[in-house]
């Protein structure tokens, strides 16, 4: 068995046996221009874990996923939410507890949850650069939440590259 076809392609250069002419109009290269995000496939079980939070805790309005620069990675909210807004104040809230875990010589921020009338605004740590702000009615089930979300979070930390 050899590892090139006795006869060499159009271009003159052998062939891997097996290989046709046909098996490679099938394989198509991207478009010019387009590029291939190197991040896709984390971002989309990062989506998967926020939609599935949603599922699993109910009172759970939606999610954004932010970077401690409190710019916008990606969101699982309804459309009457910004989630620029979103990651924004969670890199906020993220300063904020950051500075308190300093002062009070406490470990590294892992999360923080503000309770204000109308539900919960919830931020957690996902490695060093990444926030995750979970936003929950005022009847959620914070424990529950905090029962289900770190797990996630670490599955999450675990998908990013």
Same mark, same amino acid.
């Not at 991207?30 to 998967?48: E, H, K, W, Y």
């Not at 699982?76 to 906020?92: C, F, G, I, K, N």
């Not at 605004?121 to 929950?136: C, K, T």
């Given at each position: 068995?050899?590892?090139? *076809?006795?006869?060499?392609?159009?271009?003159?250069?052998?062939?891997?046996?097996?290989?046709? &002419?046909? *098996?490679?109009?099938?394989?198509?290269?991207?478009?010019?221009?387009?590029?291939?995000?190197?991040?896709?496939?984390?971002?989309?079980?990062?989506?998967? &874990?926020?939609? #599935?939070?949603?599922?699993?805790?109910?009172?759970?309005?939606?999610?954004?996923?932010?970077?401690? *620069?409190?710019?916008?990675?990606?969101? *699982?909210?309804?459309? &009457?939410?910004?989630?620029? #807004?979103?990651?924004?104040?969670?890199?906020?809230?993220?300063?904020?507890?950051?500075?308190?875990?300093?002062?009070?010589?406490?470990?590294?921020?892992? #999360?923080?949850?503000?309770?204000?009338?109308?539900?919960?605004?919830?931020?957690?740590?996902?490695?060093?650069?990444?926030?995750?702000?979970?936003?929950?009615?005022?009847?959620?089930?914070?424990?529950?939440?905090?029962?289900?979300?770190?797990?996630?979070?670490?599955?999450?930390?675990?998908?990013?590259?």
């Amino acid at each position: 068995m050899t590892f090139f *076809d006795t006869a060499p392609s159009a271009g003159g250069l052998p062939m891997r046996e097996g290989r046709a &002419e046909q *098996d490679r109009s099938q394989v198509r290269a991207p478009a010019f221009g387009t590029s291939i995000d190197p991040m896709a496939a984390g971002l989309a079980a990062v989506r998967a &874990e926020m939609a #599935d939070l949603r599922l699993r805790v109910p009172g759970v309005r939606g999610s954004a996923l932010g970077g401690v *620069d409190g710019l916008l990675i990606t969101h *699982d909210l309804p459309r &009457e939410l910004e989630p620029h #807004d979103l990651a924004a104040l969670a890199a906020t809230t993220f300063g904020l507890g950051r500075q308190t875990a300093l002062v009070l010589s406490q470990s590294p921020f892992r #999360d923080a949850t503000l309770r204000s009338e109308g539900g919960y605004f919830i931020v957690y740590a996902v490695g060093e650069h990444a926030l995750l702000a979970v936003l929950g009615n005022d009847g959620m089930n914070v424990a529950r939440l905090h029962l289900e979300a770190r797990p996630a979070v670490a599955r999450m930390v675990a998908a990013l590259p």
